[in-house]
């Protein structure tokens, strides 16, 4: 089981980064798929959500209106579109993959996580 993230970087507060996640060794289409983000010092934070077939998206308040996550089932990917960023974006990005019921938001639910990719955002 693999999932490996991409896209992160440096980036200027009101720029774009678009975070990508790519899945294997599981039945991609029968997980539902999270993002979440680790500063220094703080705990995991649930940042994005998205169902089986990506009718249903989930985002933390802090995020809502700029980020956007998708996935193509096809190609077992998912993808974090993030624009108007803030210095308090700046954390690691993780992707994670969920087979159960819980509750999306919480870290425990999830059975995968990639190995994180790393987003600044500063001037």
């Known amino acids: 089981v693999q999932l490996v993230e991409s896209g992160g970087g440096s980036v200027q507060p009101g720029g774009s980064l678009r975070l990508s996640c790519v899945a294997s060794?599981?039945?991609?289409?029968?997980?539902?798929m999270g993002w979440f983000r680790q500063a220094p010092g703080r705990e995991r934070e649930f940042v994005a959500g998205?169902?089986?077939?990506?009718?249903?998206?989930y985002y933390t308040d802090s995020v809502q209106g700029r980020f956007t996550i998708s996935r193509d089932n096809a190609k077992n990917l998912v993808l974090l579109q993030m624009n108007s960023l803030k210095p308090e974006d700046t954390a690691v990005y993780y992707c994670?993959?969920?087979?159960?019921?819980?509750?999306?938001?919480?870290?425990?639910?999830?059975?995968?996580w990639g190995q994180g990719t790393q987003v600044t955002v500063s001037s």
């Open positions: 998205i169902d089986w077939k990506g009718s249903f998206q």
């Open positions: 994670g993959a969920t087979s159960g019921f819980g509750y999306l938001k919480n870290a425990a639910a999830y059975d995968f």
């Open positions: 060794g599981f039945t991609f289409d029968n997980y539902r």
